[in-house]
């Protein structure tokens, strides 16, 4: 089994690197590469806690039941990610491409999914659901996030994709399960 999901992201990997190229390529532009850096650095988690954090002074009740939720799914998204991960075992770009240039530390080995994807994804389908007033600005953040992983060279264009059919699938089963509860 291991041997056949080698095999099927060998392929995509040959399919994606030109994409891969073109858009690692504008780490080569400090300025782009200062913001990418940051956004992924806020993507590590920072500006999820922060928002959890503050959301029961922001909206007293209402900011509570979001932030258990969002705190809640988070884990839960921890758990998949690591799961797909340490079975999918699929090398970042920057090591299977010497021409891509890693333009930040990742956080482990592997790149399938994205992490930062499936978290931002699923934190802002869960803001949007309990604030609408947020979407705009965490839309734009996760856009982002996810370029900023392909720009960097961390991760292939399908890692992203993944990680935000994850989070997406992740937000959603989180508010069906809470309307289901009635919460």
């Given at each position: ?19 891969c190229r073109l858009l690692n390529s504008s780490s080569g532009f400090a300025a782009i590469r200062v913001l990418f850096r940051a956004v992924s650095w806020l993507g590590d988690g920072w500006i999820w806690y922060l928002l959890i954090a503050a959301l029961p002074a922001l909206y007293g009740a209402a900011g509570w ?119």
């Amino acid at each position: 089994m291991h041997s056949r999901v080698a095999l099927a992201f060998q392929r995509i990997d040959r399919a994606e690197l030109r994409f891969c190229r073109l858009l690692n390529s504008s780490s080569g532009f400090a300025a782009i590469r200062v913001l990418f850096r940051a956004v992924s650095w806020l993507g590590d988690g920072w500006i999820w806690y922060l928002l959890i954090a503050a959301l029961p002074a922001l909206y007293g009740a209402a900011g509570w039941a979001a932030a258990v939720q969002m705190a809640v799914t988070g884990a839960f998204g921890v758990a998949i990610y690591r799961a797909v991960k340490h079975r999918a075992v699929r090398e970042r770009p920057f090591i299977t491409d010497a021409t891509i240039n890693c333009a930040a530390a990742p956080l482990d080995r592997y790149s399938f999914p994205s992490g930062h994807t499936l978290h931002a994804v699923s934190f802002t389908m869960l803001m949007a659901s309990h604030f609408p007033e947020w979407s705009g600005l965490l839309l734009a953040f996760t856009g982002l996030v996810a370029l900023s992983r392909v720009v960097l060279g961390l991760h292939y264009p399908t890692d992203v994709a993944a990680g935000a059919l994850l989070g997406g699938g992740l937000a959603f089963a989180s508010l069906r399960l809470t309307m289901l509860l009635g919460a």
